[in-house]
């Protein structure tokens, strides 16, 4: 699905990403994880196209990524990042529907179907309730399942989640990772997310990929790459991990 | 399922017919206007009259006014319609770059003179003016060293602002700061300069719609309709830019091609607008600000209602201004003194509200 060869990107003179080498599956729940610099945000920003790279290459879907267009990228991909505040009173159903307007074009009008993707996207997202509330008046947490609607109305075969549900309470945070591994298994949805929490990871990841200085350091299914050890050597913490549990932090 | 999503079908739609209603009664209002005010001034007009002036030479029907005396209908035509045009453009383009602006620096406060397009265009008319008081015989036109000015002071500004081949928001603004300051500088030197002479820069520097001729329209049609189309074009892409430019684009906008296009043809409506009528606030500025919270956010409407607001906004001020007083006040002083006021009200409400 997506193939990461030979990528390194530096700032200036300072080399953030080394010959780094990933894959990450098709329908698959995958995350970057890693400390403070360890090069997960410059990664992601290269995988949505954010920024471009000028040695190595990524292909996605077996073509490269920089041969999409703008337009073609936004078919296939949706980005829920940390998002900026706006300032301008949409409501947020205009915002969700805004998430049509890959597959509508400037012009196009939203059609029946349309209509019911967002609807079911929103029922999903639990958003029907403020479709009239202004973007302007809701707190951040409701702002992250807004934007995760207008993502998924996207329909992409690829989600890519940049700390997407950081201001949202524990509740919401488990109700919508539960429901994206649902949209893995059963429509065969990618996603490749960033996250910080180590027990979410672990619970609901297939893959994590762990980076540590601009390298992968390891990748695989949770229980191998996410050891005691290696926790211990990336983060520098210790930890204790409890069988069905999780981890506990010393 | 169906019956539920078609539940917003029909707000969509709803809203949709809103805005026509809205754009329609507006337009309403605005030809009610024009005919209203053609006929106001030193010289009584009666309604018909002035319909009749208007149809006969727009159909080339000279019967219709042949009885009307020559004299009426040269106010009509040649005084008074071509300002009330003039007027009308002027606010339907600072209306519609005040919108697109706004969006584009995600600044609800931005106006189409944050970049300093219209210092750059008022230096040019002051060059002008001097140039015409002290140096040239055959007069320079005004209107055509604002428009150079302002073209020039947009390439300037864009230059600064671009680094590494991108045009950040926040490079803008500073940039037009720069810019603005530099040629404030200039103008005051230019005064300074004429002496005497100087009221003839202070007038222009007011903004005024009086004595407006076909010339002022012909140069401020063609430029202010196309810019205002080029806007509305891109009215769904700047709804996503108004998100963000990352969001932006992960919705497929290109951000940069966009944002450079429209701050363009916003600069270009902004640089005719002032090349004709000097500098005129807060139209920009208050029409988009309560179209925004009172009707839509949705550039994609907002865009031309500004445009079909601003232009009536305008085009009352201008006939107060002209009508109410013995001694004519600028437009742009008229503007800014009951803009101001008005502007506070709604910032102080819009504060409590939060």
Redesign the interface.
Known sequence: MIKIKNIEFAYHTELILKDLNVDFGKGLFSTIIGPNGSGKTTLMNLL???KAYKTGSIHINKQKIESYS??????V???I?Q??Q??????C???I???R??HIG??GK?N?DD??I???VMELTDTLCF?DTLVTEISGGEFQRV?LAQ?LA?EPEILFLDEAFSAMDLAYKLHFLKLIKKLVEEKNMTVISVMHDLNLAYRFSDTICVMKDGIVDGIGQPCHTLTEGRIKSVFGVDVEYIPEKGFLFL | MVSNSYVLKEKLHKNRNKMLIFGLLISLVTVFCVLFFVSKGQAELSFSEVYRVIIGKLMNQPHLFSHIKPYKAAIVMDIRLPRIITALLVGFGLAIAGTVFQSLLMNPLADPYTIGVSTGAAFGAVLAIYLNLYYVTTPVSITLFAFIGALITLGLVLKIATQKGVISTANLVLAGIIVSSILSAGISFIKYASGEDVAAIVNWLMGSLASRSWNHVMIALPLILLGGLICSFFGSDLNAISLGERQARSLGVDVLKVRRILLVAAALITAVCVSVSGIIGFVGLVIPHLLRHGLSTDNRYLIPLSGLTGGLLLLIADNISRLMFVVEVPVGVMMTLIGGPFFISIFIKRNQTM
């Open positions: 949505t196209k954010h703008i337009e073609s990228f936004a078919k991909a949706a980005v990042s998002n900026e706006i300032k301008f009173p949409f409501t159903l205009d915002v529907l805004m998430g307007k890959p400037k012009f939203y029946d209509f019911e967002v609807h079911d479709q934007m993502a996207q």
